[in-house]
């Protein structure tokens, strides 16, 4: 069975190529999700499953329980700075995944611009968030930070960027982990474009002020599969000899 789904995911990924030097960034291949696996993909498939996807529906390829799991999951095993633990993530499931892109939209809303922006807007809210299938919010508590700040006060400076690293971590396991199982995710930021947002968000599902928020990642099956990303600016590659050498 283990082989089947490996020879399912390799097909639905591209095989690997190597970046020519001096090539303008080339057209990204055709990548899919792991369709149709029924246990998780490996990691270098997971890897590589995991995309962008805008065109989410609300159907979920796995139980919620599952994705409970897996957000559990990814929060125990992630690693932090001195091991702080100070990630945060409340998933948002049924009506409630629905509320929290309304919740959200009307506190973007003095921000969208005139009445056409806002409609614009509101399409894209109802198509590419609210229309998925879950939302999983995800926090950095500043109360543990601060609580460690205090036996190590020089290392303040350097938090923010250990915090971010954390956070995105957490965020990557679940992407990852979700794309494994079937699941298409898009990872927004509306927490980070206003205060007002964030206490809205923070309202909405209960949790306390100190907890910042540093995503809002909308997941659900694909409608398209093998359609990541936005069809108007397809996923491209920069050479890799621009970001990475060996030195031996
Ligand atoms: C730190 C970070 C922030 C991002 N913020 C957003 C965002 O606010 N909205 C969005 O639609 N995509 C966001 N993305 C998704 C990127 O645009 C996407 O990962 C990138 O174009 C590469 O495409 P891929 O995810 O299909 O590999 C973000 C990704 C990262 C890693």
């Given at each position: 069975m283990a082989s089947t789904i490996r020879?399912?995911?390799?097909?639905?990924?591209?095989?690997?190529?190597?970046?020519?030097?001096?090539?303008?960034?080339a057209a990204a291949p055709a990548r899919s999700l792991a369709t149709a696996v029924e246990t998780?993909?490996?990691?270098?498939?997971?890897?590589?499953?995991?995309?962008?996807?805008?065109?989410?529906?609300?159907?979920s390829s796995v139980s919620d329980?599952?994705?409970?799991?897996?957000?559990?999951?990814?929060?125990?095993?992630g690693p932090s700075a001195f091991n702080i633990q100070s990630?945060?993530?409340?998933?948002?499931?049924?009506?409630k995944h629905r509320e929290v892109w309304d919740v959200i939209y009307d506190s973007h809303k003095p921000n969208m611009g005139d009445a056409a922006a806002q409609a614009a807007q509101k399409a894209k809210f109802d198509a590419v968030y609210r229309g998925g299938y879950a939302t999983i919010c995800f926090f950095e508590d500043t109360k543990t930070t601060e609580s460690f700040l205090e036996t190590m006060p020089f290392l303040r400076e350097k938090f923010p960027l250990w915090t971010a690293n954390t956070a995105g971590i957490a965020?990557?396991?679940?992407?990852?982990?979700?794309?494994?199982?079937?699941?298409?995710?898009?990872?927004q930021h509306y927490s980070q474009f206003h205060?007002?947002?964030?206490?809205?968000?923070?309202?909405?599902?209960?949790?306390?002020?100190?907890?910042?928020g540093t995503a809002q990642m909308v997941v659900g099956v694909p409608a398209d599969a093998g359609a990541p990303g936005?069809?108007?600016f397809p996923k491209t590659w920069n050479p890799l000899s621009d970001k990475f050498k060996v030195v031996q």
């Open positions: 020879s399912l995911v390799s097909r639905a990924l591209p095989k690997a190529t190597k970046a020519a030097p001096k090539a303008a960034p998780p993909a490996g990691f270098w498939d997971a890897v590589k499953a995991r995309r962008t996807y805008y065109n989410l529906q609300n159907k329980a599952r994705l409970e799991e897996i957000v559990s999951e990814a929060l125990k095993y990630t945060r993530a409340v998933l948002v499931l049924g009506d965020q990557y396991i679940v992407w990852a982990g979700l794309a494994a199982e079937g699941m298409g995710a898009n990872l205060d007002d947002n964030q206490a809205a968000i923070n309202k909405f599902l209960g949790v306390p002020d100190s907890w910042v936005s069809p108007e």
